[in-house]
T-cell receptor, first 115, second 113 residues
Framework: AQTVTQSQPEMSVQEAETVTLSCTYD???????LFWYKQPPSRQMILVIR??????QNATENRFSVNFQKAAKSFSLKISDSQLGDAAMYFC????????????FGEGTQLTVNP | DVKVTQSSRYLVKRTGEKVFLECVQD?????MFWYRQDPGLGLRLIYF???????EKGDIPEGYSVSREKKERFSLILESASTNQTSMYLC????????????FGPGTRLTVT
């Protein structure tokens, strides 16, 4: 079974600075998808960014980018130019291409953005 | 926009009560999921469904059951609520395809006293 680990329960960043959230995973599969989801306070969880394991190029969505290290099984999220609206719980998740559409989530990282 | 709604944001029930949590999605998604969210544990999958009247156990199905009579609606049932089922419950849906994102409802915070 796959596992996802987020070793940073809490992180903080100053507004306009850059922060990196860490995620590692364990799998024996070669093809899979990785996601970062964001859960703002009292609001619905939304997808931030997605990475296909077969793609070597790191995914980027505006101020959000990932550092995908397949051999190391590492998938970190970098948030540049942090904004107050980035404050949220962030979840890393894994999706196998062989087991349908179910996701395995990490424990979550609570990000605080300081003005 | 995809919309996933849940019947209640907050719910307080007594130990032993039968509890129904309802989830509805409006995008004709085949797959629907029920998760439980607890601090330090992330989201854990309770049950999921790939089609009407089909269900599969997730990682923590004990004490729960589900029902999917219509494609858009997926219900989570606590047959006899217990205090250790106090938690945030999240519903999600997605379409077929390994790369598809899951769309989440706002969550139901259930307290069992």
């Amino acid at each position: 079974a796959q596992t996802v680990t987020q070793s940073q329960p809490e992180m903080s960043v100053q507004e306009a600075e850059t922060v990196t959230l860490s995620c590692t995973y364990d799998t024996s599969e070669s093809d899979y998808y990785l996601f970062w989801y964001k859960q703002p306070p009292s609001r619905q969880m939304i997808l931030v960014i997605r990475q296909e394991a077969y793609k070597q190029q790191n995914a980027t969505e505006n101020r959000f980018s990932v550092n995908f290290q397949k051999a190391a099984k590492s998938f970190s999220l970098k948030i540049s130019d942090s904004q107050l609206g980035d404050a949220a719980m962030y979840f890393c998740s894994y999706r196998s291409v062989y087991s349908g559409s179910r996701l395995t989530f990490g424990e979550g990282t609570q990000l605080t953005v300081n003005p | 926009d995809v919309k996933v709604t849940q019947s209640s944001r907050y719910l307080v029930k007594r130990t032993g009560e039968k509890v129904f949590l309802e989830c509805v999605q409006d995008m004709d998604h085949e797959n629907m999921f029920w998760y439980r969210q607890d601090p330090g544990l992330g989201l854990r999958l309770i049950y999921f469904s790939y089609d009407v009247k089909m269900k599969e156990k997730g990682d923590i199905p004990e004490g729960y059951s589900v029902s999917r009579e219509k494609k858009e609606r997926f219900s989570l049932i606590l047959e006899s609520a217990s205090t250790n089922q106090t938690s945030m419950y999240l519903c999600a849906s997605t379409t077929i395809g390994a790369g598809g994102e899951q769309y989440f409802g706002p969550g139901t915070r259930l307290t069992v006293t």
